[in-house]
């Protein structure tokens, strides 16, 4: 199907992320060569819906010609500078500024990054520089969720609660903790709204009581937790959360990196949540992965609690990455899509894929659909009633994304049988009703 002799140069030189080596190398890869709007074609032809924008980060869609041109553009005038020794770049400064006017609430200043991973590094540096500047250096305990994903970094994979991440690095360190998820469908407490935000307040409480209150920097939570299998708290959940962390004297961090830029509607989750964290992480759909990028946005009284006791002295955090010229250009340009139709198309979009996965509901595997916007996932079952995942030996992550692949569809299959969607905002009212559609036959195959 694809030419051989790059499958033979895949395996023996190409080392891919989170896989398993010898299962990658025995079953192959599967080769992109070209995309356009939500469809991408493999190296043998063959056309796809892509349901996962990438990997969650295609928010505009593929193919956009304006989006090439800035960057061409950009690497004739000025292809790299650096934004150490104070210096900078028009398009880093400007997309800085522009994102600063539309963040939530003080979150006026921005740092670039390359990715999510090392934007959730960042906001643990700048935390320990806050509660030093203000004279608690006692303050360095870190608090996350079960099921959440920050990123895969050393230090910030313990933030991260999925095992995987975990084993042979003596991680999570003894001052990365956690609370449990708000994983409505299996939840202990049961399905009720307000029970599970009752649960998730006193769980933050007592952990708070357990390590010291004067001890906890900072609460890290995703406004839906995307790896851990889309999971969507619910209605005012973030606000409990923020306004307890608040109350108690912790910092608050919103790992906007899958959630922000149009995937759950609006440019921000934290604006349909109607909080203002003191820090936010985003990454993927900041350049739409058009080209790498991170940033970390810090409220006011973060960076000027920093910037006075810092005075003269530099903070000892920086890439050589840090704000790049091509990656900001590609930056505004994308800002401009969204504000000019995308995040618009998104919404309508993303009712209609919402409502289309609840039709599939009826099918006897399907346990659960939930999502916000464009971001979505149907839970798997054997028993509905008894909510049985399918049986892990059979692999079905594997399996389901390989039989929505022969399918026509890309999607993300979980590990437990859960299939997560998050197609680009772009998409037509065909595209959503193929990924539906196509789904269903997924299911039907897997029965
Ligand atoms: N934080 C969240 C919520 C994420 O979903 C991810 C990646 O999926 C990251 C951080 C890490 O981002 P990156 O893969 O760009 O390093």
Request: charge should be negative; aromatic fraction near 8%.
């Amino acid at each position: 199907m694809y030419s051989n002799s790059l499958i033979e140069l895949d395996r023996a030189h190409l080392v891919h992320p989170v896989a398993s080596y010898r299962g990658h190398e025995k079953l192959g890869v599967r080769v992109l060569a070209s995309a356009s709007g939500a469809t991408v074609t493999d190296a043998s032809g063959k056309q796809l819906i892509d349901g996962f924008a990438g990997l969650w980060c295609v928010n505009a869609g593929y193919g956009h010609e304006s989006i090439v041109e800035v960057a061409t553009r950009q690497m004739r005038d000025l292809p790299y500078a650096t934004a150490y020794f104070g210096l900078g770049s028009e398009p880093a400064i400007r997309l800085a500024s522009e994102l600063a006017e539309r963040a939530p609430g003080n979150l006026d200043h921005v740092y670039f990054t390359l990715g999510g991973s090392d934007a959730v590094d960042s906001t643990i540096r700048f935390i320990r520089y806050y509660w030093i500047a203000r004279g608690e250096p006692q303050r360095d305990q870190f608090i996350s969720i079960e099921q959440g994903y920050h990123g895969s970094s050393t230090v910030g994979a313990g933030l991260t609660a999925l095992p995987l991440f975990h084993a042979g690095f003596g991680i999570p360190f003894d001052w990365q903790h956690k609370i449990p998820s708000h994983y409505a469908y299996r939840n202990p407490v049961g399905d009720d709204p307000q029970a599970i935000i009752d649960a998730s307040l006193a769980a933050l409480r007592r952990k708070v009581e357990e390590i010291g209150p004067e001890r906890v920097a900072a609460f890290y939570a995703e406004p839906i937790q995307g790896s851990g299998g889309v999971l969507v708290p619910p209605k005012g959940w973030m606000k409990a959360m923020r306004n307890l962390c608040h109350e108690l004297g912790i910092l608050f961090v919103a790992d906007e990196v899958i959630t922000g830029f149009g995937r759950t509607g609006p440019l921000f989750a934290c604006e349909e949540d109607e909080i203002v964290p003191d820090l936010m992480t985003v990454a993927k759909g900041l350049t739409s992965g058009y080209v790498p990028m991170g940033a970390v946005f810090m409220g006011d009284h973060i960076y000027q609690t920093i910037a006075d006791s810092a005075g003269a002295a530099a903070v000892g955090h920086g890439y050589t990455y840090s704000a790049h010229p091509v990656s900001a250009a590609v930056g505004l340009e994308v800002l401009k899509l969204y504000e000019n139709g995308l995040l618009d198309n998104g919404r309508k979009a993303g009712a209609r894929l919402m409502a289309g996965l609840e039709g599939l509901k009826d099918h006897p595997l399907v346990g659960d659909v939930r999502g916000r916007g464009m971001l979505a996932a149907v839970e798997l079952v054997t028993d509905k009633e008894k909510k049985t995942p399918l049986p892990a030996a059979a692999d079905p992550a594997r399996r389901i994304f390989d039989r929505a692949w022969e399918n026509g569809l890309v999607i993300r299959a979980f590990a437990n049988g859960v299939l997560g969607y998050a197609p680009p905002l772009c998409c037509t009212d065909a595209d959503i009703d193929a990924i539906v559609e196509r789904t269903r036959k997924v299911l039907d195959e897997t029965l």
